[in-house]
């Protein structure tokens, strides 16, 4: 069985993440939690597990919610009811307990999803594993007399008191700053412009209402899907000077925007947009956040843990900074930070975590967060400005395009391109851990990996001249999958 993809379990809510499915995790994850406590515990019974319960804004929500809730309680331990939250407020609330939640991000409204927590962090391969094969083996409720009564609980105001406390650290307040949020009529709505407005923004919504069809735009923020927000915020911000910020002969009112963000149906990824109305390339977000991060570490080895197709100005910042870069595969930021912990000495440590527009603020805590990472960037432009926390960055011009690759041959494609690309390329260095990457002299790099959940393999791609460096590589990806085929 293979439930778990990149990001927990996704899919159809009326064929892949039923009522049925939920029933069955839930009873799955039961039986796993309470295994652990009596491992923890020496077999002597103690205090029986908790695990809080929430869910999105999706209309499959309280369904699936209801039955996961069953699943739960009937595997005999405490259920925790915490109604709508975003996710990093589920991952904030499951610290010292287990943390169930229902979402599928940015997945489109028909979709739902399951993502499991323990302790703040992410479920890793092994704890996955286990919730699947005790789904494979139909799990059995616990004794009667074991089952559990549940309870509501209210996380969200603690999350966001706490959001403020950490991002404080970053500056005094905002000094009504002028910010627009398109909440994308997810969970972002009751938390991201909370924050912001208590740490002194003027803030302007869009979309700024939970409704799980996603009304005003698609739930993944792109620059297609929040085409609204940054024509809000060019229009606003025309003929303006210096947008966004107080003026002291307007009464301290700001006139158009400082910038933008942009949120998914969970809120745990964010997109800004600057006062042009322009999307800032998600490696520069991470990039100029890991070089803050870094640059304010007081340990000697500060680690950024990234993903394989991030960008190398993410490397060149954290360089400068005194810092080093790991990479781990794709949706296992969790996975990577643990692999530093256990691995380092007392003059290492993990400053910071991301991939492409999610964030692990680590100091905070172990999930992808875009609120905090909303409230430290809006700090950091009120008291930098976005342009001169970008100038520092080199933005070289990046592309990811998709070579058709049925799954049965991306094992065998792979294996070529492991071959066949270090030939074609002998003066690059070459990392295979996660695909195969090649690194340039010049900074610039490539990546072929298999996609995890269609019918690709992906190249990426940054240099100067990306578009014949793509297109080079993809031609050996479309070569590896044609010699794979000749081979079934």
Not at 142 to 166: C, F, H, I, N, Q
Not at 362 to 377: E, L, N
């Amino acid at each position: 069985m293979n439930l778990f993809g990149t990001a927990g379990i996704r899919g159809s809510a009326e064929e892949r993440v039923t009522p049925e499915l939920a029933l069955a995790v839930g009873r799955a994850v039961a039986a796993e939690m309470s295994a652990e406590a009596r491992e923890g515990d020496d077999e002597s019974g103690g205090p029986t597990p908790e695990v809080v319960l929430a869910r999105d804004g999706r209309v499959t929500g309280p369904a699936i919610a209801a039955a996961m809730e069953s699943g739960l309680a009937s595997g005999g331990v405490q259920v925790h009811r915490a109604g709508q939250l975003p996710t990093p407020a589920l991952a904030h609330a499951s610290r010292g307990r287990y943390g169930v939640m229902l979402t599928a991000s940015h997945n489109p409204p028909t979709d739902n999803g399951i993502k499991l927590f323990r302790d703040g962090s992410e479920f890793d391969r092994d704890a996955e594993s286990a919730v699947e094969d005790r789904v494979a083996a139909d799990e059995p409720p616990a004794s009667w007399d074991e089952w559990s009564t549940t309870d509501r609980v209210d996380t969200l105001g603690r999350y966001l008191d706490d959001v403020l406390a950490y991002a404080s650290d970053f500056g005094a307040d905002l000094h009504g700053l002028r910010i627009a949020v398109d909440c994308g009529n997810g969970m972002a709505a009751p938390a991201t412009p909370t924050v912001l407005r208590r740490l002194g923004a003027d803030v302007v919504t869009l979309n700024g209402n939970v409704d799980g069809h996603f009304p005003g735009r698609g739930s993944k923020p792109t620059p297609e899907t929040l085409r609204d927000l940054r024509a809000f915020i060019a229009d606003a911000n025309e003929g303006v000077s210096d947008p966004g910020r107080p003026r002291s002969d307007t009464d301290g009112e700001a006139e158009g925007f400082a910038f933008g963000i942009g949120h998914d149906g969970d809120a745990d990824r964010i997109v800004i947009v600057d006062a042009d109305g322009e999307v800032v390339h998600e490696d520069t977000v991470l990039a100029l956040l890991a070089e803050l991060y870094t640059r304010e570490s007081d340990v000697d080895d500060p680690v950024v843990v990234t993903t394989p197709n991030a960008s190398g100005r993410i490397d060149e910042r954290v360089r400068e900074a005194g810092g080093r870069v790991e990479r781990v595969r794709l949706g296992a930021l969790h996975e990577g930070i643990a692999a530093v912990r256990a691995s380092a000495s007392a003059d290492t440590r993990v400053v910071f975590a991301a991939e492409p527009w999610k964030h692990v603020h680590v100091a905070f805590g172990g999930w992808i967060d875009g609120v905090t990472s909303a409230a430290v960037i809006a700090l950091l432009v009120a008291e930098s400005g976005l342009a001169a926390l970008r100038e520092p960055i080199t933005e070289r011009p990046y592309r990811k395009v998709s070579v058709d690759c049925p799954d049965d041959r991306k094992a065998d494609a792979m294996d070529r391109l492991a071959t066949s690309l270090p030939e074609a390329f002998p003066e690059a260095t070459v990392d295979t851990d996660h695909g195969v990457r090649l690194e340039f002299s010049d900074a610039s790099w490539t990546l072929v990996r298999p996609s995890g959940t269609e019918p690709y393999v992906r190249v990426y791609a940054e240099s100067d001249a990306v578009d014949e460096l793509v297109a080079e590589v993809a031609d050996l990806v479309a070569a590896a999958v044609d010699a794979a085929a000749a081979t079934e």
